[in-house]
């Protein structure tokens, strides 16, 4: 018998049209109506001008590793049979952070400044995941 694997509630607010959005195949970005400043994770107000409006623009789906670790030892028993596996931070092009999955590359070859682009991952009908792969250019 194998340990459930840790999800998001994909339904949760304020992030549920992020997760919404991925399930339809698209990665929608937060972003501040007022100022324009886009912010992830989602939150109710705006961190620069305090504004409650906001407005969920298509992100392109490419930016760059920013960090990476690989994790060796599984945090959780759900992930055992998974190790060794890269966690990194993608720097979205819109300037925000996501922290994701590459596919399709060994961990001896995740590298700082890799550009990379969304690889949406469907789980099953209620969540979808913002994964990346190495861009091709
Ligand atoms: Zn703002």
């Known amino acids: ?9 994909p339904a949760s607010e304020p992030d549920a049209r ?4 991925l399930a339809a195949g698209e990665l929608r970005i937060q972003r501040c109506a007022s100022c324009l400043t886009f912010r992830h994770p989602p ?3 705006c961190a620069v001008c305090g504004a409650t409006a906001d407005e969920w623009p298509v992100a ?6 920013w960090s990476y670790t690989v994790v060796y030892r599984p945090t959780l028993p759900a992930f055992s049979d998974r190790t060794p596996y890269g966690a990194v931070v993608v720097r979205l092009d819109e300037g925000v952070f996501l922290v994701s999955n590459l596919v399709d590359c060994p961990v001896d070859e995740l590298a ?6 969304l690889a949406i991952t469907i789980v099953d009908d209620d969540l979808a995941l913002p994964l990346f792969r190495r861009a091709l250019i």
């Not at 992020?18 to 959005?21: A, G, H, M, Q, T």
């Not at 392109?60 to 590793?65: D, M, N, Q, S, Y």
């Not at 700082?112 to 682009?117: K, Q």
């Open 112 to 117: 700082v400044g890799t550009r990379v682009e």
């Open 60 to 65: 392109a789906g490419t930016g760059e590793v």
């Open 18 to 21: 992020f997760w919404s959005s």
């Open 43 to 45: 939150r109710p107000v």
């Open 1 to 9: 018998m194998s340990a459930p694997f840790p999800r998001p509630d």
